[in-house]
């Protein structure tokens, strides 16, 4: 039985990623992803081990460097989230802009952090960095069509996760929100609700809702945090689409709202995510 919860988002990000290739034919090189995945590693090797053995020093607690502690390990995890969800995501020519996004991705964690909490997604950081600072990388929102055994799938796996990070209220308040939002303005244009459906049922804004929006260690700790955020995510998403006709716009709004965390934690206080125990601990 699968301890850390995030056993089942590697589990599951790797059959959608395997799915999308059998499935949908998607043209995806191996090289990148295997290059994608291990430069995520590396940098999350790299950087925990560093900033270990300076808090050792700071501490005067003079050790040698450990480049195998549990704590540096554990942390690979969450890099292996990251690679996976950058090649489910994003799409590259080359193997250098896949190795930026990855590089920055993880280095996120480390740089953007208030009291020792990151607050940017290191997998949306990493996206939107690759799209700002190159030339060659895009994002496909369409690329899962809209097969209705692709939203069962999505909504059961990330329902089962969500079920252990005690993070479904996240995922809830944005989908009903951005959900409503699309339905009001599809009523006033006088649109079927076949278009609505067409919408929603998106196996990338399906990925993005339950598994990236609800990363429990960069999203508020509190729930009426998370509701104000998510709710607040959900309507940038919604202008800069329908405003904008920003195709990635789910992406550009995480992003853009992610500093928002810090102000939300200020305001309601409330118990850090550990993930050794899947549960709420300061």
Same mark, same amino acid.
């Given at each position: 039985? !699968?301890?850390?919860? =995030?056993?089942?988002? %590697?589990?599951? *990000? &790797? @059959?959608? /990623?395997? #799915?999308?290739?059998?499935?949908?034919?998607?043209?995806?090189?191996?090289?990148?992803?295997?290059?994608?995945?291990?430069?995520?590693?590396?940098?999350?090797?790299?950087?925990?081990?560093?900033?270990?053995?300076?808090?050792?020093q700071q501490e005067w607690n003079?050790?040698?460097?450990?480049?195998?502690?549990?704590?540096? !390990?554990?942390?690979? =995890?969450?890099?292996? %989230?990251?690679? *996976? &969800? @950058?090649? /489910?995501? #994003?799409?590259?020519?080359?193997?250098?802009?896949?190795?930026?996004?990855?590089?920055?991705?993880?280095?996120?964690?480390?740089?953007?952090?208030?009291?020792?909490?990151?607050?940017?997604?290191?997998?949306?950081?990493?996206?939107?960095?690759?799209?700002?600072?190159?030339?060659?990388?895009?994002?496909?929102?369409?690329?899962?069509?809209?097969?209705?055994?692709?939203?069962?799938?999505?909504?059961?796996?990330?329902g089962m996760l969500l079920k252990?990070?005690?993070?479904?209220?996240?995922?809830?308040?944005?989908?009903?929100?951005?959900?409503?939002?699309?339905?009001?303005?599809?009523?006033w244009l006088g649109w079927t609700?076949?278009?609505?459906?067409?919408?929603?049922?998106?196996?990338?804004?399906?990925?993005?809702?339950?598994?990236?929006?609800?990363?429990?260690?960069?999203?508020?700790?509190?729930?009426?945090?998370?509701?104000?955020?998510?709710?607040?995510?959900?309507?940038?998403?919604?202008?800069?689409?329908?405003?904008?006709?920003?195709?990635?716009?789910?992406?550009?709004?995480?992003?853009?709202?992610?500093?928002?965390?810090?102000?939300?934690?200020?305001?309601?206080?409330?118990?850090?995510?550990?993930?050794?125990?899947?549960?709420?601990?300061?």
């Amino acid at each position: 039985m !699968l301890k850390d919860a =995030r056993d089942y988002q %590697i589990l599951f *990000l &790797s @059959l959608f /990623l395997f #799915l999308g290739i059998g499935t949908r034919d998607w043209t995806l090189r191996w090289d990148l992803m295997v290059s994608t995945i291990t430069v995520c590693l590396l940098t999350q090797w790299f950087l925990a081990a560093v900033v270990n053995y300076s808090k050792a020093q700071q501490e005067w607690n003079f050790q040698p460097l450990n480049l195998f502690s549990s704590t540096i !390990l554990s942390g690979l =995890r969450s890099a292996m %989230i990251t690679g *996976l &969800s @950058l090649c /489910l995501l #994003l799409r590259a020519n080359h193997q250098s802009t896949m190795a930026v996004a990855a590089c920055l991705a993880i280095a996120s964690k480390f740089i953007f952090r208030y009291q020792g909490k990151h607050f940017f997604n290191p997998a949306n950081f990493g996206i939107i960095a690759a799209l700002i600072l190159t030339q060659d990388a895009w994002v496909s929102p369409g690329q899962w069509g809209a097969d209705w055994w692709y939203l069962l799938l999505f909504t059961c796996t990330g329902g089962m996760l969500l079920k252990r990070v005690g993070r479904g209220d996240t995922s809830a308040a944005f989908l009903l929100t951005y959900g409503g939002m699309m339905a009001l303005r599809n009523s006033w244009l006088g649109w079927t609700w076949d278009v609505w459906y067409h919408q929603l049922m998106n196996g990338s804004l399906l990925l993005f809702a339950f598994f990236m929006l609800t990363d429990p260690r960069s999203i508020p700790n509190a729930r009426v945090g998370r509701l104000v955020w998510a709710i607040s995510i959900a309507g940038v998403a919604f202008v800069l689409q329908e405003q904008f006709y920003l195709s990635t716009a789910i992406f550009w709004a995480l992003f853009a709202l992610a500093p928002l965390t810090v102000v939300l934690d200020y305001i309601w206080s409330a118990p850090w995510f550990s993930w050794s125990s899947t549960a709420n601990a300061r």
